[in-house]
């Protein structure tokens, strides 16, 4: 069974930057797509960002391409998200993910219920 481990999450202002871990255990991290999604208050969770097992294939959500970078460490068995620039709307609880295997295809990059497994989550609040 694999288990995720989220850490990271904090409040910051405008412009600043945090950086989300994630440890995955249990088994398989470098075969599995992993993921990152969000809630915000009051809204349902959201994709943010996903990488293949090799990491040669990555996807952002439009509102965050160029300000966030998902990266992972196989050896480590360990998914970060470096978030810069960091505003309001960023505000939410961020979930690392973490699906049955290496690719995924078309959109279900984007949907939730191809990731099987999830963390606890950590909560990012950005203040103005």
């Known amino acids: 069974q694999v288990q995720l481990a989220e850490s990271g999450g904090g409040s910051v202002q405008a412009g600043g930057s945090v950086r989300l871990s994630c440890v995955a255990s249990?088994?398989?991290?470098?075969?599995?797509?992993m993921g990152w999604f969000r809630q915000a208050p009051g809204k349902g969770r959201e994709f943010v960002a996903t990488?293949?097992?090799?990491?040669?294939?990555?996807y952002y959500k439009d509102a965050v391409k160029g300000r966030f970078t998902i990266s992972r460490d196989n050896a480590a068995e360990k998914l970060t998200l470096q978030m810069n620039s960091l505003k309001p709307e960023d505000t939410a609880v961020y979930y690392c993910a973490a699906a049955p295997g290496p690719m995924l295809y078309g959109t279900e990059w984007y949907q939730e219920n191809k990731y099987h497994y999830w963390g606890q989550g950590t909560q990012v609040t950005v203040s103005s």
């Open positions: 990488i293949a097992w090799n990491g040669s294939i990555i």
């Open positions: 249990g088994g398989a991290f470098s075969s599995r797509v």
